[in-house]
């Protein structure tokens, strides 16, 4: 597990200036390592540059600074072999039923129809999908478009997959459920996978780590490490170390999210939150918990 | 059901606006609805009708596929490349509302009289909108569904085939739509000049024996063949742009 | 000016340069195009001359009476087919397949009806343009947001008030963009009219000269037309943009 499976080392990314608009700093620098199989949710506040991230590791668009690589090897500017990536809006082809939607990849990549076959009935049972394949995904609802675009991506057996926001359009329930078959995807098939959310529940119930990003140009400000178990659902809520999780993540992004307005934190009330944001935050001393910060 | 009725209902009050003209204005102006119905009846069963329905659909068919294949091509590539189609947008919508048949005279100087010169007609009246629709369909194509074609690694080939032309459909159908009848009327006015055969000549020749019927009757059957094939086109452009919702 | 205008004035100002070279080193027979410049002279010959005058003013007119009818009574047509949704029903059809139809067939029938003077060329403008205008006034009025109406009924504000202050501005750019294509289609319907069937205005005056071999007026004239099309269009496009800019949100 404690492999290296993807990094990014003095990762920046600028946009240069165009016509009337100036020149964008939208990223980094940003140094991230991420570990085999390890579920890792990035979150910051609007703008911060989580989306360029997810651009720059997948290969979608080049740094402008400093390196990626991939399982070793270099990326820049290519989507390599292995990646699968969920974007924040629905993308599922509006002319193709569900299931010439989800053995879309698998066709374009030349792969004989019987194993398409076999690949495409696994992923819609999986994905819960299976009485819709021959529905167009303009009769389907936000969370099952979502799904069947997860199946497409799924069904390629990416060894990493990035999500940008995915569940952003849906509803609180749905998302939930929605991250209970995200964990069960993940235990699966063993992919590592990199989650993109402005949800702050939504990251502490998921990750095994969470990055906390800056606002723009973002940066890696914290690294938080959550401990849970591989077998994990979305009851993880009910404990306590989520509450305090999810809690240190708003304290350490309540300040960010106030620059990115353009406002500046007011003074704190309490001693402990006088503290700055970069500064780890004591927990409440439960005897079964041993928490440590990450850095 | 219900809609077929409002179809024939409207099909009723046109044809009784007609009639109501044919007695203000008299047979000098426009013959009956009946009257037109028995001279196209007649021109359809004579022999010397359907070379000239041959010649104009010859004509029409050159004609489209120079619109939409040509169309097609260049509104692809417009739509495509962002500066190419930037730079020539204006343009495009500046020919498209020029009159063409301004140009009519260098048509016939480069090409002659014939055919030529009809599918010329013909082309350059349809070959702009399919050029506007194309551009605009493949520039309105959700850009996730590039990023999905890259992440995909699919080649340029295939992105094409596989996605913008699928993704470009509806709109690009709607164009063909307006490509379809704005060729089909560069045809005709080419053919009121530019020719001895084809159902423009036969329209400009009745008129020039004031030859009212014939005139109204190959008038009326083309109108006929043109709402037919429109129809079918604009089902088609329904269906598309439901699926697409 | 943008980067692309300039591109774009490049594009034009050498194609107009390539036909030159072609036209003035004989690659292009002089029987059939005559060069930009030559084409120029005449034109600025004609205009001075005043000859064009009286033929200029008519067409000119006529598309304008074309225009403005169009306008006017499609916007109307529009409105009452809007507030009658079974009579929208029915006309749909018929405005779905309306471009279909060859117009310049029904020409002879309106000379018929109205006489050999400027009318029929009016009607037939006004008919080429009027249903550009029917649909998108009916498109405008289709997408006002509903949210907006409810905004307007919670106001208590009347239907005259709701229709000018609510309706009419939500539905301003499909309307513009009837108007943009109505002035357009009055062009062509009144030009192509005069050019089959007339004895006087702009149209007839290019047929006038091709058939008595007058390159050199039959191409002022056209070159005339195409500056007249692109200065009215430019003219819109710039108003819009202006328009526009306010309206679109930041991209």
Known sequence: MADVHAELKGVTRVYPAQGRQAEVHALGPVDLTLRQGEFFSVVGPSGCGKSTLMDVLSGLGAPTDGTVTFEGKPVRG?????????????????????????????????????????????????????????????????????????????????????????????????????????????????????????????????????????????????????HWPRERDSRVAASDPFGHITGHLWSLLRTESLKAMGKSPAPESTPEAAKGPAEPRPFKKRPSNRREDAA | MRRALEVLALVAVLVAVWQALHIVGGDVALSSPADTAVRAGEMLASAGFWPHVAETFTALAYALAIAVLGGLAIGLLLGLHRLSGAVAEPILVSLYSLPKITLYPVILLIFGLGLSAKVAFGAIHGIVPVIIFTMGAVRAINPVYFRVSRVMRMTTADRIRSIVLPAALPEIVSGLRVGFSLTLLGVMIGEMFASQQGLGFLIMNAIGLHDVPTMMAVTLLLAVVAVAINAVLLMLDHRLHRRAA | MTRIGWIRLGVVVGAVLLLEVLCRTGVIDPQTVIAPSAMAVALFDLLRSGEMNADIASTLTNVAIAFVAAVVGGFAIGVGLHAVPPLRRAADPLLATYYAIPFFVFYPVLIALFGMNDLPIIVIGFLFAVVAMVINTLNGLDRIPPVLLKTARLMHMGPLNTALRVKLPSAAPYLFTGVKLAVAYAFIGVIAAEFILSTSGLGYSIAYAYNNFDNARMYALMLFIIILVTAVNMAFYVWEQNQMQRRRRPS
Not at chain 1, 177 to 196: H, K, N, P, S, Y
């Open chain 1, 78 to 226: 290519d989507v390599p072999d292995g990646v699968g990536v969920v974007f924040q809006e629905d993308s599922s082809f509006p002319w193709l039923t569900v299931w010439d939607n989800v053995a879309f990849g698998l066709r374009r990549a030349g792969v004989p129809e019987t194993e398409i076959k076999e690949g495409v009935a696994y992923a819609l049972s999986f994905m819960g999908l299976e009485s819709f394949a021959h529905a167009y995904p303009a009769q389907l609802s936000g969370g099952m478009r979502q799904r069947v675009c997860i199946a497409r991506t799924l069904v390629m057996r990416p060894r990493l997959i990035l999500m940008d926001e995915p569940f952003g359009a849906l509803d609180q329930q749905t998302r939930l459920l929605m991250g209970d078959e995200l964990l069960r995807l993940w235990r699966e098939t063993g992919a590592t996978v990199l989650f993109i959310t402005h949800a702050l529940d939504e990251a502490a119930m998921l990750s095994d780590r969470i990055g906390v990003m800056s606002s723009r140009p973002g940066r890696l400000i914290e690294v938080v490490e959550t």
